[in-house]
């Protein structure tokens, strides 16, 4: 039988038909990945229990369980801790980091049957937009291998898009899902603030951060986003999620005027613009709307980021966890131990967000940019309470990009994350959907179209990504 492509509900159906078992399905992908890894660098460890865990999920279905993950086969980004496996974050601080605790969506995945078939690389501590930070080497681009997959989730999005796992998580601090989700022309989701638990993530910036699907279709989002949302004691900004609302049967949505169009590739411009038409077409009624502030979410976003970045890697001392590097005396100890396990991104980061926060300049930086977020809060409100249902943009500026390309000028990277930061900002969820192609060295390089809602409405993305879904 053909199982190349399949989404979550596909392979759903064809375990309930009994048409294949978890254990085929795992075997197929496991043979992809035998296949493709080598070239892709996309998993940085293939799990010898995953076909333990897939003989255990067909026994649960045997015995007549039933659940739209039970027996899927799943892939993990690094940072996210499954108990007795590494996650290194793709660190060599962490190189042989043993988790020895659940993340609770692991949890969640684990309580419906889900088969992680390994963890996935990404940019170091979730830095970076190319996977080009990672401490294991660059993840190539499935659709050009001669380009990234994006980042920091790139090998999350690079399994999905190569068929080597149906689906994968992945975290979002700054569009770390969306955009590699883009880049490789699959659906990524950044939902709610406080609608996932980060029990179990290693941190990057902890009033940004959220775990997010990485999928082949805006369904199978659905699918894990349903079961991994929720209250969790162990994270307290996690909230009750608020089910049962009505979704207005003609939505009003909004583009920020002026933000879209400046050093915008032309054919994201085309295919933006495609997609508005075909929503229109739809019923949806689009308008441009001021909403003054955005454009000063990513230089906000690179203060506050790295000010709290700065805080969360303090606790890697080489004295508690992973590296450790032996000096004269205690300082020595941190100070080489850090030298060592940290690379060139981590150390920026570490070193500006230790600047920002500094006596003297926390009022110019920190507090400034706190409060600059506070007036991007307020225009998205203000969209939101004027009938719009949702905002939309790209999700990038461009298409997956050549390895090596921007690496040597950090600028440039960051502004991989012009559109995806304002969601993080201000905590509301996105989703980013594959909306056509751009030709390059005669490749189609898959480009996304991006939608906000308002704070805990992910039904609304998933209802506008159904429409958009190219
Ligand atoms: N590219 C962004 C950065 O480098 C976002 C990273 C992320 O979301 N983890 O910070």
């Known amino acids: 039988m053909e199982l ?19 254990v085929d399905l795992t075997e197929y992908y496991l043979k992809n990945i035998s296949e493709k890894n080598r070239g892709l660098n996309a998993y940085l460890e293939v799990f010898e229990d995953a076909k333990l865990s897939a003989v255990e999920a067909d026994s649960r279905r045997a015995l007549g ?30 190189q042989n980091y043993k988790a020895v605790y659940d993340a609770t969506v692991i949890t969640k995945l684990k309580g ?26 660059v993840t190539r681009n499935p659709v050009d291998t001669d380009r990234v997959p994006g980042g920091s989730s790139g090998g999350s999005a690079a399994v999905v898009s190569g068929d080597m796992a149906v689906a994968s998580l992945g975290s979002d601090t700054g569009g770390s899902v969306r955009q590699p989700a883009s880049l490789c022309g699959i659906v990524g989701l950044k939902p709610t603030y406080g609608a996932v638990s980060r029990h179990g993530l290693i941190a990057m910036g902890s009033s940004l951060d959220q775990i997010g699907p990485l999928t082949k279709s805006v369904d199978d989002a ?76 990513l230089p906000c976003y690179y203060v506050i980021m790295p000010a709290e970045v700065s805080t969360n890697l303090a606790r890697f001392d080489g004295v508690r966890y992973g590296l450790h590097v032996d000096g004269a005396n205690l300082m ?58 949702a905002i939309i943009t790209p999700t990038a500026a461009g298409p997956a990009f050549k390895i090596g390309e921007k690496f ?63």
């Open 332 to 389: 020595e100890d941190y100070s080489k131990s850090r030298a060592h396990g940290f690379g060139a991104e981590p150390r920026r980061r570490i070193m500006l967000g230790a600047y920002v926060l500094s006596a003297g300049y926390y009022d110019a930086y920190y507090k400034k940019a706190q409060e600059v977020i506070g007036l991007i809060k307020r225009d998205f409100s203000k969209v939101f309470s004027d009938g719009y249902s």
């Open 222 to 297: 659905e699918i894990i986003f349903n079961i991994i949302r929720g209250m969790d004691p162990m994270d307290s900004t996690t909230r009750e999620y608020p089910l049962g609302r009505d979704i207005p049967g003609k939505m009003k949505l909004a583009i920020p005027k002026g933000f879209v169009g400046k050093g915008v590739a032309p054919e994201v411009l085309e295919n933006f613009n495609a997609t508005v038409k075909r929503l229109q077409l739809k019923g949806y009624q689009i308008d441009e709307v001021e909403l003054s502030n955005i454009k000063y979410a």
């Open 65 to 94: 369980e039933d659940g739209p993950l039970l027996g899927i086969p799943l892939a993990i980004k690094d940072n996210i801790l499954i108990e007795g496996h590494i996650a290194s974050a793709g660190s060599k601080i962490l």
């Open 408 to 470: 040597s000028d950090p600028i440039s990277m960051y502004l991989e994350d012009v559109f995806t930061v304002s969601a993080n900002v201000t905590g509301v969820p996105a989703i980013s959907v594959p909306m056509g192609f751009a030709e390059r060295d005669g490749k189609k390089l898959p480009l996304g179209f991006q939608i906000m809602a308002p704070h805990f409405r992910e039904d609304i993305l998933f209802k506008i990504g159904r429409d958009a879904e190219f």
């Open 4 to 22: 190349n492509n399949l989404t979550i509900k596909r392979a759903d159906e064809l375990l309930r038909e009994r048409q294949v078992s978890a």
């Open 112 to 137: 419906a049957g889900a088969v992680f078939l390994g963890r996935t690389n990404m940019d170091e501590f979730a830095h970076g937009s190319s996977t080009e930070n990672s401490a294991y080497g």
